[in-house]
């Protein structure tokens, strides 16, 4: 079978099928000792274009991206491990603007890997400390669903071929990990990571799309998007954040606009080909 057909999802099942690999269901791996570590890696043509950010805004994006799995676990970063890969011929001023972006993101880079490639490719270890884990699959009949910020920003700049600065959620993470049963950062679109808290967590998921807060220019279609970087959690009480739906006895994702049953879908490795 082809990654095509399997998917991301797909294939992370296989693997914790076949014994080769485990607990990789949550947004960081959880060590001991409060330990909290992340990987992500970015590639050109897949991730982004650099005809459409800068190689500073790159450099921003690539440590948020990592910072947002920890803010996920309610951990405080701690560390960058940066591993980049770049063409021989690339600019030293360019690499410079690199890792002048990653340094806006306030967290030392302690190290990592250089090496030529025929692209740019961005990976990242990230390494934090958290009091508290709630992962994706603790959510209860009951809770709240809340997100702690707008939603749709990603998809709303993606339509018109711009760049937007993702946010850092670290205190909100903190925040909620203190109490949510349930917390996951908004990556790959908020239907597709809402129905990883349904599996994971054996309960239905509710969310009314009339109450989630929308960036600036963003519609309901662009929720389908991901890339945002704020949370969802399911939690007891809503606290300060928006609550955009709940969590019932049962199984599956519902999403409803003023009622109505709609659908919205998500992004996912290996099946769709659209550059971010």
Request: overall charge negative; proline content about 5%; hydrophobic content about 45%.
């Given at each position: ?47 982004f ?29 701690e ?11 690339t600019e ?13 993101a ?34 209860r009949?009951g ?120 659908a ?13």
């Open positions: 079978m082809r990654l095509s057909e399997l998917g991301e999802l797909g294939l992370l099942a296989e693997l914790e099928r076949r014994g080769l690999a485990e607990e990789i269901d949550h947004d960081a791996a959880q060590l001991g000792d409060g330990l909290v570590i992340t990987q992500d890696s970015l590639v050109e043509g897949v991730h274009r650099l005809d459409w950010l800068s190689w500073r805004e790159l450099g921003f994006r690539a440590a948020a991206v990592n910072i947002s799995d920890l803010a996920a676990s309610g951990a405080r970063p560390a960058l491990l940066v591993s980049l890969g770049v063409p021989a011929a030293l001023d360019d690499v410079l603007e690199l890792y002048g972006g990653i340094a806006e306030g967290v030392p880079v302690r190290g990592g890997d250089t090496t030529e490639a025929a692209a740019v490719l961005v990976t990242f270890t990230a390494v934090g400390r958290s009091e508290r884990v709630p992962g994706r699959a603790g959510a009949p809770d709240r669903l809340v997100v702690t910020g707008p939603l749709g920003a990603a998809g709303a700049a993606f339509r018109e071929r711009r760049y937007v600065r993702p946010p850092l959620r670290v205190e909100e993470g903190i925040e909620l990990a203190h109490d949510a049963h349930a917390l996951i950062d908004l990556s790959d679109g908020l239907a597709r990571d809402a129905a990883h808290v349904s599996e994971r967590s054996g309960c239905r998921l509710v969310l009314d799309l009339e109450r989630v807060p929308l960036a600036p220019g963003a519609t309901h279609d662009d929720l389908a998007f991901g890339e945002d970087f704020e949370l969802l959690a399911a939690t007891p009480e809503p606290g300060g954040f928006a609550e955009i739906g709940r969590c019932e006895e049962g199984a599956g994702l519902e999403i409803r606009l003023d009622g109505d049953p709609v919205l879908s998500g992004w996912e490795h290996f099946r769709l080909r659209e550059v971010r």
